[in-house]
């Protein structure tokens, strides 16, 4: 599995949303993670679908409730530090069957 | 002409080719064709009176075109030279060609010179191309495509039947039914009669005009007078109502995918809310009971204890089995919730801490491991309390016998009669006395019997050993006193026997003969009055056994008795020969009547004895029956159990038929199940009366009645959990729309990996399972890591293994989502007319009022900056529906 990285998002004033929409949280039994990213905003190119959240600031994520989350990373003022492990979430679609599944392989061997 | 021909696309040049219009027509098109037009037109603050005159400078044929567009044409020119129309003409024509429509026929300069005919093919294919085309209902032409709509809303209208654009709608119903369908509020469309066409059209040009902003373009004279209407002036006009309804219609769309939405959540939370409410009350249930469970004292007494027995077996039946199936109905009502959220791609539901299914089911193994050993418990203490009881009747028994021989004997040791009496007399009195001595001796056995019982008593921990230790202290103490007191008598008597010497010897051959006889009947009485347990036929037997054996020494010691009695009668007969009335033996305190009363009470007592023993033998014999009648029951319905226990698990995994005949079968399962509860009820009253006969063991059964009560509860249980799956499987097959053979397939795949038979998978069967369906799971940390992501799909509550139904679910997951939190927020942005709020107004309007009141009350204030007074977040909604958020 890859690395985790450290992500730094800027933003003009705290008005300006940072561009992307997180799921996930304890409450919810998920890891929290980026389910889309905007384009044209601070986020666009810094995060992408799929990334799992690993801390935000200083703080670890792994136990935060997704509202409790969503409030840190709302009030982060300008600068805000993400530790993501890319990736994490992404489509099944490396792992999945090519072409129909084959059903009852045994039945042919 | 044939008016069915003009699909502008592939004719283009028809109005050149033609070259001729019918009259009529011309004046039906001039009078819509102005009317549409200046329906557009009024927007930009201006309109035209005479089609064919007022576009010949271009100037407003080029404002139509940017109004009906939207879009921005290059700058008109604005000189009055014809060269001037002319290039304006030319730049409307470049624009509508723009748009990809070819103008073959149609020229600028006849344009400019007022040509009726090509100016009204002109506006007859922008009406086509800006108004009519857009219009696909599964893509069919444009025309067609209007065509199928008018159908589709007119279908329930009996009178009205569409099939053109032209004599179809000349009796104006058509028109009337359009109207009614949208707005039934705008007119009674039953009161309208075929046979006044003039009416009709009126009544639904007016109302369109007054209430749905569309001017009247045909005349309903020329409607009903021509013999056939004006094809494309219809069209036109049929456009105008179809933009006009749907605007309407797609917001009654984006209100009905809302609706469908929030319903999902609704019914979501009520589950929720059910399930939170079920989980209280049984874990309350459970932790009432269980400290019930676990309080192992009695009061000690052999009724409290019954009566605890009883309210236990209330407990077992009546109490737990409805409380099972509520466990069970928790469970199964959870994994719903979860196959629907699932099924609507919500996250997964978490209860509130401490009501997790494992809580309960946790909860519910501390009531059984409570519950464990309590009948055993309670019944093996009755047995304790019966031994008990009988035991102090045994003591009671012989403290009676034994005070009543104490009686008076302190007062006679006590006696100072020696000290007053003749010599013969005093050896008399000595003689009764060692002879009391003996018999003192010969009680000692007793006593020492009394103090043991008391002794098992206290050490059995007998309610009432307080009584029994007072009296036992009374004898003891008694006892001691004896001894002292006899002794004194002894050396008394010792001292006087210097002085007394003379012996009566007629009576001592009596009084060694009498005593021993007499404590052989004390003794005979004590046996024939002894008190026995026993919980076998065997045991009886040998107490019978005992008893004949003691009724064959009854003829010897008949022998004994006449002996002894023999002996008294020589004394009397003596006596009374040399004339002495009465005679006392002064070596025996045991009266020849004494005997003689107590050997007929001996003889009295053997018959009753009988009776006892055989009373027992007949009670013993019904216990035997009652084990009989118990076990041959117990041995139809154990079996019956597991066999349908075998039956029903193997339903799942045998997978013949269909779900629903799998279902159907099941259901079948559960009604024979109910039908047998009668069975049970019937082991339960046979259960009761070896219960209350006090039977402890039954060899001809290896079933108990715990044993078969648990059977039972696991057939319930497996029943309905399987009704429950396969109902789940039915949910996610038809909400998938999967055929009875690809669920075959998986079910096959699945059944294959599930080594088991535990009908859900391990990780590691999981990872074998999908690795053969083709998935790349890598052995390695990259392929570890995919299997724990898809780990966390199908098992969100970390369960440790996989059902079918999630599997399943797995297995057909579409790749585009169908209900998403976009989908949801584009519905809004509909009803909000493109707003990025919406008002409480509006959702009352648009939504039925449980949605929108539960919109209303979650909605968060939008602080955009366009924001105005009243307006909610549809946006931060739409997201927390599917528990995300944006940032």
């Known amino acids: 599995m890859a690395a985790p990285s450290v992500i730094n998002i800027q933003r003009n004033h705290t008005q300006e949303p940072w561009g992307f929409r997180l799921s996930g949280g304890r409450d919810f039994r998920l890891q929290l993670q980026v389910k889309k990213v905007q384009p044209g905003t601070p986020a666009e190119g810094l995060l992408h679908a799929g990334d799992a959240i690993l801390a935000i600031g200083g703080t670890n994520a792994q136990n935060l409730t997704h509202m409790q989350a969503h409030q840190l990373i709302r009030s982060a003022g300008n600068l805000l530090q993400l530790t993501v492990l890319k990736g994490h979430f992404g489509d099944l679609g490396s792992v999945k069957p090519k072409g129909p599944v084959k059903f009852s392989p045994w039945r042919h061997s | ?887």
């Open chain 2, 1 to 887: 002409m044939d008016a069915f021909e003009d699909d502008y696309m592939d004719q283009p040049d028809e109005w050149d080719r033609e070259g001729l219009l019918d009259p009529a027509w011309e004046k039906q098109q001039k009078k819509t064709f102005t009317a549409w037009c200046n329906s557009h037109l009024r927007k930009a603050g201006t309109q035209i009176e005479n089609i064919e005159e007022d576009f010949r400078n271009g100037l407003k044929l080029m404002l139509l075109l940017e109004v009906i567009s939207g879009e921005q044409l290059p700058k008109p020119d604005r000189g009055k030279m014809r060269f001037h129309k002319i290039a304006n003409v030319n730049k409307a024509l470049d624009f509508i060609a723009s748009k990809g429509v070819k103008l073959v026929s149609i020229g600028a300069e006849e344009i400019v010179d007022g040509n009726v005919k090509m100016t009204l093919g002109m506006i007859w294919t922008i009406i086509l191309r800006f108004a009519i085309q857009d219009i696909t209902v599964e893509e069919l032409t444009a025309k067609e495509g209007l065509l199928l709509w008018c159908q589709r809303k007119t279908a329930p209208y009996k009178n009205v039947n569409v099939q053109n654009f032209h004599l179809s709608f000349k009796d104006g119903l058509a028109f009337c039914a359009l109207i009614h369908r949208h707005r039934p509020d705008l007119l009674d469309y039953h009161k309208l009669k075929k046979e006044n066409p003039l009416e009709n059209l009126n009544l639904a040009f007016d109302v369109a005009e007054k209430y749905l902003d569309i001017p009247r373009m045909l005349d309903p004279e020329d409607m009903v007078n021509s013999a056939k209407p004006d094809e494309r002036s219809v069209m036109a006009y049929v456009s105008s109502y179809y933009h006009a309804f749907s605007g309407a219609q797609q917001a009654e769309t984006a209100a009905n995918r809302i609706c469908k939405v929030l319903k999902v959540n609704q019914e979501n939370e009520r589950l929720m809310e059910e399930y939170e409410r079920l989980a209280s009350d049984l874990l309350d249930w459970i932790r009432k009971t269980t400290p019930w469970l676990e309080n192992r004292t009695t009061d000690n007494t052999l009724p409290g204890t019954q009566r605890k027995l009883d309210e236990f077996r209330d407990y077992r039946r009546k109490q737990k089995p409805p409380k099972l199936e509520e466990k069970a109905r928790l469970e199964n009502s959870f994994n719903t919730l979860q196959t629907r959220l699932r099924l609507s791609n919500r996250p997964a539901y978490l209860p509130t801490e401490g009501k997790m299914v494992s809580d309960i089911a946790n909860a519910w193994k501390g009531l059984e491991t409570a519950e464990k050993g309590f009948e055993e418990w309670l019944l093996s203490e009755l047995q304790r309390l019966e031994r008990l009881d009988h035991l102090a009747q045994k003591f009671r028994h012989r403290c009676e016998i034994h005070e009543e021989w104490a009686e008076g004997k302190e007062e006679m040791l006590q006696s100072k009669d020696f000290k007053s009496c003749s010599l013969n007399e005093l050896k008399a009195i000595k003689k009764k006395h060692e002879a009391f001595e003996s018999d003192l001796a010969a009680h000692q056995d007793r006593v020492e019997q009394i103090a043991a019982i008391a002794q098992e008593l206290n050490a059995l921990d007998y309610h009432d050993v307080a009584a029994v230790n007072a009296r036992c202290q009374r004898i003891c103490d008694q006892w001691d006193k004896l001894g002292t007191l006899t002794s004194k008598r002894r050396q008394a008597l010792d001292e006087a026997e210097r002085i007394l010497e003379k012996i009566d010897t007629l009576h001592l051959d009596y009084a060694k003969r009498a005593a021993p006889f007499n404590n052989w009947l004390d003794g005979a009485k004590e046996d024939l009055m002894d008190m026995f347990i026993v919980h076998s036929t065997e045991e009886i037997q040998a107490l019978g056994d005992a008893h004949e054996q003691f009724k064959n020494t009854l003829p010897e010691a008949d022998k004994e008795f006449n002996a002894i009695i023999g002996l008294a009668n020589e004394v009397t007969r003596l006596s009374q020969s040399i004339g002495i009335t009465k005679v006392e033996n002064p070596y025996t305190t045991v009266h020849p009547q004494d005997l003689a009363h107590k050997w007929s009470d001996v003889k009295q007592m053997v018959p009753m004895r009988d009776k006892v023993l055989q009373d027992e033998m007949i009670k013993q014999q019904n216990n035997e029956r009652l084990r009989r009648q118990f076990a041959a029951k117990a041995n139809v319905v154990g079996p019956w159990i597991e066999n349908q226990l075998d039956a029903v698990a193997s339903i799942g995994i045998q997978m013949k038929g269909s779900l629903e005949d799998q279902l159907n079968k099941l259901h079948q399962f559960d009604k024979a199940v109910l039908q047998y509860k009668p069975n049970m009820d019937e082991l339960e009253r046979y259960n009761q009366e070896v219960q209350e006969s006090m039977i402890f063991e039954n060899r001809y059964t290896h079933y108990t009645m715990e044993t078969l009560r648990v059977g039972w509860e696991q057939l319930l249980t497996a029943i309905a959990r399987n009704i429950n799956e396969v109902e789940n499987q039915i949910l996610t097959r038809d909400s998938k729309g999967i055929s009875e053979d690809q669920m075959n397939e998986f079910r096959l795949s699945f059944n294959h990996f599930d080594k088991n038979r535990s009908r859900r998978l391990e990780p590691k069967e999981f990872k074998a399972c999908l690795v053969s369906l083709g998935y790349n799971i890598r052995e390695d940390r990259q392929g570890d890591a995919d299997f724990q992501r898809i780990m966390s799909i199908v098992d969100p509550n970390h369960s440790g293994y996989v059902t079918f139904d999630a599997f399943l679910d797995f297995m057909t997951r579409e790749t585009a989502d169908t209900d998403t939190a976009e989908q949801v927020m584009q519905s809004f942005k509909i009803l909000a007319g493109d707003k990025p709020f919406i008002t409480a107004q509006i959702l009352r309007q648009e939504l039925p009022p449980d949605q929108a009141e539960y919109c209303i009350q979650r909605m968060a204030p939008y602080t955009g900056r366009d924001s105005v007074p009243g307006a909610l977040d549809y946006m931060s909604f739409s997201t927390a529906l599917y528990g995300e958020s944006d940032l």
